[in-house]
């Protein structure tokens, strides 16, 4: 079964850090694009960070750059997001995703960061 978990949300204060895990499991992830979007209350889901398949490319969206890290582990068949100097704007539901034969979305894991 295709499914992928979101870990390693929770509260943290500004400036803080958090580190998101996302495993995978009915498909090995080296052989995809794999992304992590997420979604604050009131606006719409936007992508946050790609890492291709093929060299393992990376990708962000502007105001993360710098900042967030996507990474994978081919080993443990699962992608990372280090995410470091955290901004109340950062807050929101994270979700790991990739395209397989259809869209596989996680459940998403919970972002807080307040002082």
């Known amino acids: 079964q295709v499914q992928l978990v979101e870990t390693g949300g929770g509260l943290v204060q500004p400036g803080g850090s958090l580190r998101l895990s996302c495993a995978a499991s009915?498909?090995?992830?080296?052989?995809?694009?794999m992304n992590w979007y997420r979604q604050a209350p009131g606006k719409e889901r936007e992508l946050v960070a790609a890492i291709t398949a093929a060299g393992g490319s990376t990708n962000y969206v502007d105001s993360v750059k710098g900042r967030f890290t996507i990474s994978r582990d081919n080993a443990k068949n699962s992608v990372y997001l280090q995410m470091n100097s955290l901004k109340p704007e950062d807050t929101a539901v994270y979700y790991c995703?990739?395209?397989?034969?259809?869209?596989?979305w996680g459940q998403g894991t919970q972002v807080t960061v307040s002082s």
């Open positions: 009915g498909f090995t992830v080296s052989n995809y694009n």
């Open positions: 995703n990739t395209k397989l034969w259809r869209p596989v």
